[in-house]
């Protein structure tokens, strides 16, 4: 049988736990992550589709053209990832609807990629942090499960029929944020790109993340010099 459906419905059942958790809380600020490259070593999405390549092969070969291009193309920052949904979500929708078992397979995955979880996040990890990303939840669910931490958000698809719901990308990930945290002020917040200015500009102090390298741009409200990644643009 095919797992359940992970759609909003299941994202908005986690938010009210976790806002009846927070307003319990007046006062206090959290710490905030983005996911991929910054705790995690690598994107995600990629190490998914290499993941499926290897247990699929004769499927996922016939979209390696376009996911290649797609990859290529948003890296280079030709498309913004709502082109990339646009022109190409439509890869997303044939092959979820042909998995069997989504959650067998998300287990399977983190088995073999929790290792990619950055060490020096177990270091500064809090009860409280929460994670920002745009990789689906279905996705951030398990490993979430496993390195404890207990608030994420990410982009959501209804697996049943593989339609993207939520993006949370840019300046989406303040929408996501807010709808469940509303004015929880964010103490730190940290990325491996300016693409997440928009969370940065929220947070009282703000770290850009190469490897294994975290630096900080923003202290106390008050951006610093250009940083030593050159990723301050």
């Known amino acids: ?37 910054t705790i995690y ?51 997303l929708t044939d092959y979820c609807v042909k998995i069997k078992d989504i959650h067998k397979d998300i287990t399977e995955f983190w088995d073999e990629h929790e290792k990619k979880i950055k060490n020096f996040y177990a270091k500064i990890q809090a009860p409280d942090d929460v994670i920002v990303s745009a990789c689906p939840e279905i996705i951030l669910e398990e490993i979430c499960k496993r390195i404890g931490v207990k608030n994420y958000i990410g982009s959501v698809v209804d697996m049943e029929n593989g339609i993207i719901e939520r993006v949370c990308y840019k300046e989406n990930k303040i929408a996501a944020f807010k709808s469940i945290y509303g004015d929880m002020p964010i103490n730190s917040f940290y990325t491996d790109s300016m693409s997440d200015k928009p969370m940065m500009d929220l ?3 703000a770290y ?26």
């Open 1 to 37: 049988d095919r797992s359940p459906s992970r759609g909003l419905g299941d994202v908005y059942k986690r938010q009210v736990i976790n806002m009846m958790y927070f307003s319990c809380k007046e006062g206090k600020s959290v710490n905030v992550y983005d996911f991929d490259n």
């Open 208 to 233: 850009l993340v190469s490897g294994d390298h975290i630096e900080l741009v923003k202290n106390d409200g008050v951006w610093l010099s250009e940083p030593k990644t050159g990723l301050f643009k």
């Open 41 to 91: 070593d690598g994107e995600s999405g990629f190490d998914i589709f290499m993941f499926y390549l290897k247990k699929d092969p004769k499927e996922i070969a016939k979209l390696i053209p376009r996911f290649g291009e797609a990859f290529i193309r948003y890296k280079r920052g030709a498309i913004k990832t709502d082109e990339v949904i646009e022109q190409y979500g439509d890869m």
């Open 203 to 205: 947070a009282n102090n």
